[in-house]
């Protein structure tokens, strides 16, 4: 009965860690109140962030997306050396970030409109995903990540890791313990008998 | 006159910036204590050959003192308050763990951030000239911990539900503390955990994580004791607080054979960091934790008043890992402040450049960060060095750098509340709004508007911020001083009464960082969230 009790301890913690997804952090994004887009005051996610020869921002719209919600995300790319805007292609992709996940596919490619690329989206599932802008420049290719999560997080990852170790090494610790405990037990029984023998 | 000189150095020191910033400290303000440190050191130097004994320093246990004393006394032998204020601190913990995991990501509007960094951060530090390590005693991740592996709310837990085995002894020192303190650094600064909710809440798990597994494995509290680095720097800072656990009448302590506060009760917790109060001359490793309170038959432990800096200026033993660990806290206190400075971003931006880094820089971040916290402790040594030549070599090398470390404390300290005051005073503005709504129900992140009325309106007068800092730098400088000459004395040196040329390498060295941490605090600081 114990036993059962303690391998349900320790196979339900490790089945939640296992299930669940792992929520990836890669760039922290800045929540920020962008005034001037397509309604007067929506909350975005904006990153800035410097690669090779160019600063580039990057901020999706809104910052935190539902499934099946439309969003877009915007790039300005702009040269450290003279602060000339970037005029190529750019294309955007993105990819399932969830564990044991390779989804991927192309959301399109943009052109340059007023210095900014646009690229809408909108996300049937929730989840974690990563948007990839990539373009070209002096022959060398460029590529941002930028992670994007659609509906709320499921917080049971970190919590479920924590439950789990702690419940891990506590069980550990007292099983060992409580044996150890008995083998000192049993080792002064049978001194005690030795010796009641001899006498 | 006076007025065009101020002028000319506001100009030189401010710089047009974007976004918001807090203002730095008004060159009147520096000039009076630019004076003033000239006119300490001066007059420092000419009574150099004054030597105090620690034996003639008043120190009053607070259970003499006749209307506060027995109710002090009821609170700390009792130890229903402590696990009272331990309860607390755990609920509130447990709300920033959910507030930062199932609430709002929007920084400023979420008490996972809100009040891990901007309040409980800044004030924590600030809290040792007050109550010394007190903190330790209600810290949650030890409560926590201790419920988790003892399974007990207070009382001594169960001998089998640790391992209790003795630390190795290659880390029996705070390396691992330091280690911790230059990662949470890392992860403060360059990762931005203080910008995300999300993030706090996983640091703070890890380290209950961390803790519960030291507990489980380790004898004692060997978290508190080696590897905290909270603890460890509260730890260090407690050495000039104003307030320590003391025995009441050391002659009861000099007789003692059972040594209760040592080896605990049947229900009493011993002393998690294998302190014994009759012998104990600094506070480095006490968490204030109560059990010596508890414990002790003759009720003959309580809380004692002594002058701000005495403990560390005439009884603390220099040893090789606090001294790292003391310039370890000078060093990343004052890359602190270096990041918050307007330039900052352009700084690492030329650096990224330079180096190819891409991204979120956090490869050249790293670099500065090395470099920086290297730089105070290259130009110490070299300091030591100088004074290890002058005086002849008599004394190890290593010990002078050990002593002399003690010096320079205060202006890690100082400088480290006076900083940490512009966040407090400044940035703590809408934590009443925050608190309404914890988890951050349906919140939009800040308008501008918003953030310009909070940086418009600190809850603290700048005036009064202004003076603060200055006391602080100048009071640093004085202390730091103070401990240097008492030190210098303490060394085995022929002649150390009568040379003034002994006291250069550290006034030096002395000078310069409060001077560095003068020009810090006279810049304009970049709001955190």
Redesign the interface.
Known sequence: MVYFKLKQLIVIPFLLVLTFNA?A?H??G????S?GEDSN?P?SMQVE????EY?ITYMAFP??PKPGESGRVNLYASR?DNGAPFDGKVIFKVRDDSMFSSKQERLGIQDVDDGVYRQGFIFKEAGDYIITAEFESGGEPYIIDFPLRIGD?F?IG??GI?IF??AF??IT??I???KR?ARVKATQHHSDKASTSNN | MIDTLLDYINSFVYSTTEGMVHPGLAAEWVLTVIFLMFTISVWKISRHSSSISSAKLPKISIAKISWLGGKIQLMIVKPWVLVSFRIISAIVFVLVITAG??GT???ERSIATTLTWTLWWSGVVISVFFVGSAWCAICPWDAIATW??RRRLWKRGD?????NLRVPRAIRNIWPALAMFIILTWLELG??VT??P??T??LA??I??LA??SL??FERKAFCRYFCAVGRTLGAYGGMAPVALRPIDESVCQSCKTLECFNGTKDIEPCPTHLVMGSIKQNTYCTSCGSCTQSCSHQNINWQLRHVGDEITYSSRPHWDEAWFILGLLSLTIFHGVTMMPYWEDWM?NF??LI??????LTSFSVAMFIAMFLPIVFYSICVSWLHLIIGRQEEWRRIFSAMALSVLPLAFTYHIAHNLSHLFRESQGFLSVLKNPLGIDV?????QEVHMRHMNPIVDDTIVFALQAFLILFGFWLGLRIFQQRLHSLDIPGKGSKKVFYLPLLLFISVISMVNMWLLMQPMIMRM
């Open positions: 929520i952090h760039v922290l800045r929540p920020s109140y005034l005051t909350p962030t410097q690669l090779g600063y910052a935190f450290i997080p917080p970190p919590l924590s170790v702690i090494v506590l610790v007292n060992t313990q409580r405990l | 995991l199932f990501q929007i920084a988790l592996v001998e089998l539900s640790s391992f990762y931005g910008t995300s999300y993030a809440a996983l798990l890890f209950v994580v519960t597994i489980a494995v931006s990224a450049y190819g880094d891409s991204g979120q820089l939009q992140p800040l308008s501008m």
